[in-house]
C-alpha cells in the first residue's frame, strides 16, 4: 500500500534557528514527490516537485531534497513567515496523477 | 490571475439535504480533482478527471458524485449529506495528470 509519513508532527523554532522537517515513503514507481505550503483557511500552495534520488530544489529559505525511501525539507534562517504547515505527497505510476498526502508537520517560527 | 476558484466558500446543511460544490480554473489545465480535508488525516481523494470527458474515482467516492461541466469547471454533488461529510472540501486542477496540482481555498462543510 502506498504510504506517506511525515514528521515531526509539529516544530517550533526561533527565528533564525534552522532545522530540516522528514517524509518517508513507500510507494509503487515513484512519479514525483511534491511539497506544499498551508496557512491555515487556505489551500495548499505548490513548492517544489522531485523525480528522482538525488535531485534537489531551491526557493528562498527552502531546500527539497529527495532519496529513495524520504525526502526533507531544509529549513535556513527561518523567519516568522514561514511558520505554516508543510504536506508532503507522491504520485504512483499509473495513478492518473493522484497525489497520497502525509498529514503534515505545523511549523511555528517564533521572533 | 483567480486560478482555481471555490464556491461557496461555507456552508452549513442539515443531514439528508443535497447540494453542489463548484469549482472553476482559469489556467487551461486539462486535470480535476476534488479532496477533502479532515483534522488529524491527510487529504484524501474523492475524484478526479483527468481530461474533459472522464471522471473517476479516488480513494473515498462513496456518498458523492461529481461532473466534469466542461474543461473548466468540476463540481461535487452530496445527494444525501451525513454527518460524515462534514469537511473541508478542496478542489484542484493540473495542465497533465502527472503535473503539479494547484489547490482552491476550499470549501468548509458543516453537517448537523
Known amino acids: 500500500e502506498d504510504q506517506v509519513t511525515q514528521s515531526p508532527e509539529a516544530l517550533r523554532l526561533q527565528e533564525g534557528e534552522s532545522s530540516s522537517l522528514n517524509c518517508s515513503y513507500t510507494?509503487?514507481?515513484?512519479?514525483?514527490l511534491f511539497w506544499y505550503r498551508q496557512d491555515p483557511g487556505k489551500g495548499p500552495e505548490f513548492l517544489f516537485t522531485?523525480?528522482?534520488a538525488g535531485e534537489e530544489k531551491e526557493k528562498e529559505r527552502l531546500k527539497a531534497t529527495l532519496t529513495k525511501k524520504e525526502s526533507f525539507l531544509h529549513i535556513t534562517a527561518p523567519k516568522p513567515e514561514d511558520s505554516a504547515t508543510y504536506l508532503c505527497?507522491?504520485?504512483?505510476?499509473?495513478?492518473?496523477?493522484?497525489?497520497?498526502f502525509g498529514k503534515g508537520t505545523k511549523l511555528s517560527v517564533k521572533p | 490571475n483567480a486560478g482555481v476558484t471555490q464556491t461557496p466558500k461555507f456552508q452549513v446543511l442539515k443531514t439528508g439535504q443535497s447540494m453542489t460544490l463548484q469549482c472553476a480554473q482559469d489556467?487551461?489545465?486539462?486535470?480535476m480533482y476534488w479532496y477533502r480535508q479532515d483534522p488529524g488525516m491527510g487529504l484524501r481523494l474523492i475524484y478526479y478527471?483527468?481530461?474533459?470527458?472522464?471522471?473517476d474515482k479516488g480513494e473515498v467516492p462513496n456518498g458523492y458524485n461529481v461532473s466534469r461541466l466542461n474543461k473548466r469547471e468540476f463540481s461535487l454533488r452530496l445527494e444525501s449529506a451525513a454527518p460524515s461529510q462534514t469537511s473541508v472540501y478542496f478542489c484542484?486542477?493540473?495542465?497533465?495528470?502527472?503535473?503539479?496540482?494547484?489547490f482552491g481555498d476550499g470549501t468548509r462543510l458543516s453537517i448537523l
Open positions: 484542484a486542477s493540473s495542465g497533465q495528470v502527472y503535473q503539479p496540482q494547484h
Open positions: 505527497a507522491v504520485q504512483a505510476g499509473g495513478s492518473q496523477g493522484n497525489l497520497i
Open positions: 489556467m487551461n489545465h486539462n486535470s
Open positions: 478527471s483527468a481530461s474533459e470527458g472522464t471522471t
Open positions: 522531485l523525480y528522482s
Open positions: 510507494v509503487s514507481g515513484l512519479r514525483g
